[in-house]
């Protein structure tokens, strides 16, 4: 009977120390539909497709990484994406496209939509850094050790100045060597970095100029060297923005937000790019 009632006594201290029944079952009730509550939210939303308007070297970053992640997140919102030179994609943007967030390669296209008020200027984050390098046909004995010496291969790779920030910033860099004019005329122009890289990966062109990021995404290229330094005017800089015409307008915003965030500049650091600090 003592017994009994130490084992009793013993299981009423317990009870005691966790709570009352009422507030355990409280509590209970309240881990169980937390999860719950999230999900019927998520459900509760109707579904909504975004389109991404993006620079050619964020397409392995966003299709492989970025997108999927944001949709698992949030699993109410399609993201589809169309990459090319951002020089492209403005024009697009301005012929009517039907964007809903624009990521650039360079401040210069982002500026001038702002400008023209078909993206939100209060919007726009200039989120990250690349690297302007010099690459060659992986395997491959050249000539041509750096920038200053490009004019030893016979044929260049580059992005078209026209549209292609890649290429205006390779433009500028041989203009600050004092070569510009001489390298054009060896050049074979791209219409984005995405075709520039694909050249030399293939041997059309043993050189050619593309951003760090785009070297990293494969084996069949090696890097001779970076532009050097005093060459650029300024930094080679990604800004991101909604469109003033979008017509999901949270969506694109939670998408920039997502970007912009711990996990997001995390996957862009896999991908070789830094934030802009």
Same mark, same amino acid.
């Given at each position: 009977m003592k017994m009994y009632r130490f084992v009793l006594f013993s299981f009423v201290l317990v009870l005691l120390s966790w709570g009352s029944p009422t507030a355990l079952f409280a509590a209970a009730q309240k881990e169980t539909t937390a999860a719950p509550a999230?999900?019927? $939210?998520?459900?509760?939303?109707?579904?909504?497709?975004i389109l991404v308007a993006a620079a050619a070297s964020l397409e392995y970053s966003f299709v492989r990484d970025l997108i999927p992640r944001f949709q698992a !997140?949030?699993?109410?919102?399609t993201v589809e994406g169309i990459y090319? $030179? $951002?020089?492209?994609?403005?024009?697009?943007? @301005?012929?009517?496209?039907?964007?809903?967030?624009?990521?650039?390669?360079?401040?210069?296209?982002?500026? @001038?939509?702002?400008?023209?008020?078909?993206?939100?200027?209060? $919007?726009?984050? &200039?989120?990250? @850094?690349n !690297?302007?390098?010099?690459? !060659?046909?992986?395997?491959?004995?050249? &000539?041509?050790?750096?920038f200053e010496t490009v004019l030893q291969a016979p044929i260049?790779?580059?992005?078209? &100045?026209?549209?292609? &920030?890649?290429?205006?910033?390779?433009?500028?860099?041989?203009t600050s060597l004092g070569i510009w004019d001489a390298v054009s005329a060896q050049a074979s122009f791209g219409t984005n970095v995405t075709e520039v890289l694909n050249w030399v990966g293939e041997g059309s062109a043993e050189i050619g100029v593309v951003y760090a990021t785009d070297a990293a995404t494969t084996d069949r290229v090696q890097v001779i060297a970076e532009a050097p330094a005093g060459s650029l005017a300024q930094k080679v800089i990604y800004p991101v923005g909604r469109t003033a015409g979008s017509a999901h307008t949270k969506e694109a915003e939670l998408f920039i937000e997502f970007l912009a965030s711990e996990e997001g500049l995390g996957v862009f650091k896999a991908y070789g790019f830094s934030p802009n600090n």
């Amino acid at each position: 009977m003592k017994m009994y009632r130490f084992v009793l006594f013993s299981f009423v201290l317990v009870l005691l120390s966790w709570g009352s029944p009422t507030a355990l079952f409280a509590a209970a009730q309240k881990e169980t539909t937390a999860a719950p509550a999230a999900a019927q $939210s998520a459900a509760q939303e109707a579904p909504v497709t975004i389109l991404v308007a993006a620079a050619a070297s964020l397409e392995y970053s966003f299709v492989r990484d970025l997108i999927p992640r944001f949709q698992a !997140k949030y699993p109410w919102i399609t993201v589809e994406g169309i990459y090319d $030179s $951002s020089g492209r994609l403005q024009t697009q943007i @301005e012929a009517g496209l039907e964007a809903d967030v624009f990521m650039s390669a360079a401040v210069r296209q982002m500026n @001038e939509l702002t400008a023209k008020s078909l993206v939100a200027a209060d $919007s726009v984050r &200039p989120l990250l @850094e690349n !690297k302007i390098v010099l690459i !060659k046909t992986a395997g491959i004995n050249t &000539p041509v050790t750096g920038f200053e010496t490009v004019l030893q291969a016979p044929i260049i790779a580059l992005g078209d &100045p026209a549209s292609v &920030p890649a290429g205006q910033y390779a433009r500028e860099a041989f203009t600050s060597l004092g070569i510009w004019d001489a390298v054009s005329a060896q050049a074979s122009f791209g219409t984005n970095v995405t075709e520039v890289l694909n050249w030399v990966g293939e041997g059309s062109a043993e050189i050619g100029v593309v951003y760090a990021t785009d070297a990293a995404t494969t084996d069949r290229v090696q890097v001779i060297a970076e532009a050097p330094a005093g060459s650029l005017a300024q930094k080679v800089i990604y800004p991101v923005g909604r469109t003033a015409g979008s017509a999901h307008t949270k969506e694109a915003e939670l998408f920039i937000e997502f970007l912009a965030s711990e996990e997001g500049l995390g996957v862009f650091k896999a991908y070789g790019f830094s934030p802009n600090n």
